[in-house]
């Protein structure tokens, strides 16, 4: 896959489709691109060029513990530069859960460089605030504090990091175990900071501000609660909503993947969206 320089690191990244206007769809979690693959296949071929890639400290891109900001926002001027680069500017921003908040912090921060949002399972309410900063940072935080390093490339997650892109197991084995620590803790404590708003990170007057054409799919278990798509379409003006046929799930999280038989619905409703906004 091709690789670009982006503000100092290695960006991993995938154009799926040849011609038609830009469009990203950016993952959750910590995890890579590959998920998208399928649904980004589908929306090619509706005539758009789908912007894939891996965000700093996932997939095969380059890790780097030195931001000050929320992960999110990082991803935000990430992505930018990526699309500026590539020529895709302005495009269509989409993802899901930590993608739907980096998109949403892209049309904050870049409002000329986005066309239109495609938020699909709004992360948000009390479950996930307890859950994501688990997942996100204290594990990792205690398994440094217990093993040091070491214990931290032996991980499932860094161990795939490290596979895909050597160059994050040096970066690793190399780093003091307390400076690990105080990035995750940094981190940890600015993502807790916006716990309580309707978006992590993002106030309701700055969800009132963005006038870029939205639409928003609302998940379906306790970390993507379909209340917070429906308090994201009601605070940004003019958004609108489109509900799935599937019944909200007691489950901590329902994967990706378990989406799979909706992806042809949310490529109609999605490429539909994007026609009437521009998309010619």
């Known amino acids: 896959m091709p690789i670009a320089n982006v503000r100092g690191l290695n960006i991993n990244y995938e154009i799926v489709g040849n011609d038609?206007?830009?469009?990203?769809?950016?993952?959750?979690?910590?995890?890579?691109?590959?998920?998208?693959?399928?649904?980004?296949?589908?929306?090619?071929?509706?005539?758009?060029?789908v912007l894939l890639h891996d965000r700093r400290n996932t997939g095969a891109s380059d890790m780097s513990f030195e931001a000050d900001e929320v992960e999110e926002a990082v991803w935000a001027d990430d992505l930018h530069e990526l699309l500026s680069q590539l020529g895709g500017l302005p495009a269509f921003i989409g993802g899901a859960s930590a993608g739907a908040r980096t998109s949403i912090l892209f049309?904050?921060?870049?409002?000329?460089?986005?066309?239109?949002?495609?938020?699909?399972?709004?992360?948000?309410?009390?479950?996930?605030?307890?859950?994501?900063?688990?997942?996100?940072?204290?594990?990792?935080?205690?398994?440094?504090?217990?093993?040091?390093?070491?214990?931290?490339?032996?991980?499932?997650?860094?161990?795939?990091?490290?596979?895909?892109?050597?160059?994050?197991?040096?970066?690793?084995?190399?780093?003091?175990?307390?400076?690990?620590?105080?990035?995750?803790?940094?981190?940890?404590?600015?993502?807790?900071?916006g716990r309580d708003l309707p978006v992590f990170g993002v106030t309701e007057a700055e969800l009132n501000s963005i006038e870029t054409p939205t639409i928003v799919i609302p998940g379906?278990?306790?970390?993507?609660?379909s209340n917070a798509g429906r308090i994201v379409h009601q605070m940004i003006p003019g958004s609108e909503l489109h509900q799935l046929p599937i019944e909200d799930q007691d489950l901590p999280l329902v994967p990706f993947e378990d989406w799979a038989p909706l992806e042809p619905e949310i490529t109609q409703v999605f490429a539909d969206f994007m026609r009437r906004h521009g998309a010619g």
């Open 20 to 49: 038609g206007p830009f469009v990203t769809l950016i993952t959750g979690g910590r995890r890579g691109y590959a998920e998208f693959v399928p649904l980004a296949q589908k929306i090619a071929a509706e005539g758009f060029r």
């Open 107 to 193: 049309a904050l921060r870049h409002p000329e460089a986005a066309r239109g949002l495609l938020l699909l399972r709004v992360t948000g309410g009390a479950f996930a605030a307890e859950r994501l900063p688990e997942n996100y940072y204290n594990q990792f935080i205690r398994l440094a504090e217990e093993g040091g390093m070491d214990a931290i490339c032996a991980h499932e997650q860094y161990a795939d990091r490290i596979a895909a892109n050597p160059n994050n197991g040096e970066l690793l084995h190399n780093m003091d175990a307390q400076d690990f620590i105080a990035a995750l803790t940094r981190w940890r404590d600015l993502f807790v900071a």
């Open 220 to 225: 379906n278990d306790k970390t993507h609660d």
